[in-house]
DNA sequence: GCCACTACAAACCGGTCGGTATGTATGGTG
DNA sequence: CACCATACATACCGACCGGTTTGTAGTGGC
């Protein structure tokens, strides 16, 4: 019943798995998960329903599986890179990761803005299996800010009356709005004026003794 | 060929409207623009689509009223309702804002986030139509924060190194930032911390001279 | 070299979507 | 009171959606 007459390429599983990983995260990425449409996303894989279907049970594990193992790993490197080898003070650093992010600025960026904050805010209110993994992910990002933070409270270069874990949680919240209101904006020069702000304020967490060097 | 046995109430254009508008506000601000279902807004309406089609030309046109008609009014109010009218410093209203908003969170709030920003993350890269509304919107919202900076401005009560229209501007991109991750989480203490924590920052938009008597 | 199983391809399906065609009840106007 | 534009209600439509079924080509194990 199945004419078969196309190209039968040679098989590669895992390399399938993931051009069908990477074709649903760019068309989510554009138009959300609910309005990504399957057949675009085969067409941009090159792939057909039969292997999506193989490899995944639904559309939900495909998004899932998009989330784990595309969004999450993206977001963690951009924002939390060079936050463990970094030797400079944390809040050094921080406003290291936040100016060269405002550098680095791709058009698609500030087009799309962030793939996981869009996730998050289409479907949290809707599926609970989608708003776990991303507030998973939003969780390990804070709290590697939040340990950033306390290890400069410890050796004195964070001011000690601030609770870590809520002003990191402030940070994640400011970065995502950032890119959402350059994105409804479509303004990069918003964008790298929030993060730069976002870098003015971490200098006001240093200890009022370390403040007279730096102004 | 219509039957029409069923109801045929007394006409009232204006408020069948504005059930349309209502219940398309509902449906959108949990579904997303392109998720609700227009037969969903219908039912809940209590109309039919005779009636949606007589008073607007199409799904988009229904959103764009719905835009213009309940969102923005609403998220003006919300977020600067007092502000002309206020005595105090602008620094003192804003915090105030912020922290009449922290105590009357509703639970929808929390659950659904902010309707303009839902819309102008899920259609800002399909629909420029929606991108230019929604940021109408945002631009008025932050053009208010940046006049009253500027008021303080110019009667001492807030510090003149600032730029004030980009102050402004990261203070809605950090509230709506904080609203979306609060909804990601469905926290309204990580809402609430996160307010408390700009009003927090806008004590630092004080000059100098002033810090000593809130020290 | 055959075989069993994996990895697909292609056709197909019921349901839902936004939108339209058509008809009619209502209520102001002459 | 006749008329007619307005304000709907209902039935219907093609397109597209996610998902299923069916068939088969590639491929490692023996």
Same mark, same amino acid.
């Given at each position: 019943m199945a004419p078969q007459v196309a190209r039968r390429r040679t098989r590669a599983p895992d390399a399938t798995r993931e051009r069908l990983l990477r074709a649903a995260f760019e068309e989510i990425h554009r138009h959300g998960f609910q309005a990504a449409s399957l057949d675009a996303i085969l067409a941009r894989a090159g792939v057909t329903k039969g292997a999506l279907y193989h490899h995944f049970a639904d559309k939900a594990a495909l998004g899932h599986a998009m989330l784990d193992e595309v969004v999450t790993g993206l977001l963690l490197q951009r924002w939390l890179g060079r936050l463990q080898q970094s030797e400079a003070d944390p809040l050094t650093t921080l406003q290291g990761i936040f100016r060269e992010r405002a550098e680095r600025l791709t058009p698609q960026e500030v087009e799309l803005g962030c793939p996981l904050n869009n996730l998050a805010q289409e479907m949290s209110p809707l599926d609970e299996q989608f708003r776990g993994r991303i507030n998973g992910t939003f969780d390990t990002w804070t709290e590697a800010f939040a340990r950033a933070l306390e290890r400069g409270q410890a050796n004195g /270069?964070? #001011? #000690? %009356? @601030? %609770?870590a874990r809520r002003v990191a949680a402030f940070l994640v919240a400011a970065i995502e709005g950032s890119i959402g209101l350059a994105k409804s904006a479509k303004s990069a020069p918003m964008l790298r004026s929030n993060l730069e702000m976002l870098a003015v304020f971490l200098e /006001? @967490?240093?200890p009022a003794s370390a403040m007279g060097k730096l102004q």
């Amino acid at each position: 019943m199945a004419p078969q007459v196309a190209r039968r390429r040679t098989r590669a599983p895992d390399a399938t798995r993931e051009r069908l990983l990477r074709a649903a995260f760019e068309e989510i990425h554009r138009h959300g998960f609910q309005a990504a449409s399957l057949d675009a996303i085969l067409a941009r894989a090159g792939v057909t329903k039969g292997a999506l279907y193989h490899h995944f049970a639904d559309k939900a594990a495909l998004g899932h599986a998009m989330l784990d193992e595309v969004v999450t790993g993206l977001l963690l490197q951009r924002w939390l890179g060079r936050l463990q080898q970094s030797e400079a003070d944390p809040l050094t650093t921080l406003q290291g990761i936040f100016r060269e992010r405002a550098e680095r600025l791709t058009p698609q960026e500030v087009e799309l803005g962030c793939p996981l904050n869009n996730l998050a805010q289409e479907m949290s209110p809707l599926d609970e299996q989608f708003r776990g993994r991303i507030n998973g992910t939003f969780d390990t990002w804070t709290e590697a800010f939040a340990r950033a933070l306390e290890r400069g409270q410890a050796n004195g /270069s964070v #001011r #000690r %009356d @601030l %609770d870590a874990r809520r002003v990191a949680a402030f940070l994640v919240a400011a970065i995502e709005g950032s890119i959402g209101l350059a994105k409804s904006a479509k303004s990069a020069p918003m964008l790298r004026s929030n993060l730069e702000m976002l870098a003015v304020f971490l200098e /006001s @967490l240093r200890p009022a003794s370390a403040m007279g060097k730096l102004q």
